[in-house]
């Protein structure tokens, strides 16, 4: 009996020790105490699996707690939880969603290990539960894409798997792109959802393929991480385009999709990506198109 009493005390020793790591780029700056700030309710109505939830949520909203963590150099923040799911938000999507970062559900306090960060209008996919680690990041690990790839030309040359699932290994196709770096690497889906994720988390995915949709299907990630129906995959400067159906006549703004890659502002014409058996290689305004075909 005495055993167990000891067990359970230094069970609630090491829960109370518990914070929320924050941090700026790789360097520790405190630890996020929810006795520093001010609380505010949230309500949220979500549908799932055809059951509507409605739920009030007591928490710090997050432009309360970046206002008062006086942290103003960055342009994104990083959230990590216990089981590796990771989003990250712009400071235009903060100020979007006002999302919060929940200290208590349905009127019931959680314990620290269990925090949250949601919003009333914010899409599920950027909702973690168990936040482990807040981190404030400047975007400079990103560059703007020299060399646009069709994904035909991509694909045309890589094995497709058909275990776990019918696909393509994500480390062949960043085999084909030659990229030597760590990442990370942005994915967009074409409803316009948008994830930035370290390369390690691709060291077991796949690029599942559903008649013409792509997707994320990773063994190292949560499941609602799995990003459906990609539109752009961007590491470095290279990203891959899973598109068919522009106009090649039609003049198009390149910012209208890359923006949701990089800062670029030029006008190019977009050629048709229909797969062929010859591929191109085209060159406008210093941006370099792969696996196109021009009439």
């Not at 990442?183 to 889906?189: N, T």
Request: charged share 25%; with cysteine; aromatic share 14%.
């Amino acid at each position: 009996m005495k055993k167990k009493t000891i067990l359970f005390i230094v069970l609630i020793f090491c829960l109370k020790l518990f914070t929320i790591e924050v941090y700026v780029e790789q360097t520790k700056k405190g630890n996020f105490i929810e006795k520093e700030y001010e609380t505010t309710t949230i309500v949220t109505t979500r549908e799932k699996r055809g059951t509507v939830n409605t739920e009030v949520w007591q928490g710090v909203l997050l432009s309360d707690f970046i206002y008062q963590s006086g942290i103003s150099e960055f342009e994104v923040i990083e959230f990590l939880a216990d089981d590796k799911y990771l989003v990250r938000l712009s400071l235009e999507q903060i100020r979007e969603f006002k999302p919060m970062v929940a200290l208590s559900r349905n009127r019931e306090k959680l314990n620290p290990n269990q925090y949250r960060l949601i919003g009333e209008d914010m899409p599920d996919m950027y909702w973690v539960a168990n936040i482990e680690k807040i981190t404030f990041l400047q975007k400079k690990d990103f560059l703007a894409p020299l060399r646009i790839y069709s994904y035909h030309w991509i694909l045309d040359q890589l094995r497709l798997h058909y275990t776990p699932v019918r696909g393509f290994r994500f480390s062949d196709i960043f085999n084909i792109l030659d990229t030597n770096s760590a990442g990370p690497v942005k994915l967009v889906s074409k409803d316009g959802m948008e994830q930035i994720l370290p390369l390690s988390y691709f060291k077991n995915a796949y690029l599942q393929q559903d008649d013409d949709k792509y997707s994320l299907y990773s063994f190292d990630i949560p499941s609602g991480m799995w990003m459906k129906d990609i539109m752009i995959i961007s590491i470095n400067n290279k990203a891959i385009f899973f598109y068919d159906d522009i106009d090649k006549e039609e003049n198009i703004k390149y910012r209208e999709f890359i923006d949701l890659v990089s800062e670029n502002d030029i006008y190019v014409t977009f050629p048709n990506m229909r797969k062929v058996t010859d591929w191109d290689e085209i060159d406008w305004g210093g941006i370099t198109f792969v696996g196109v075909m021009v009439d």
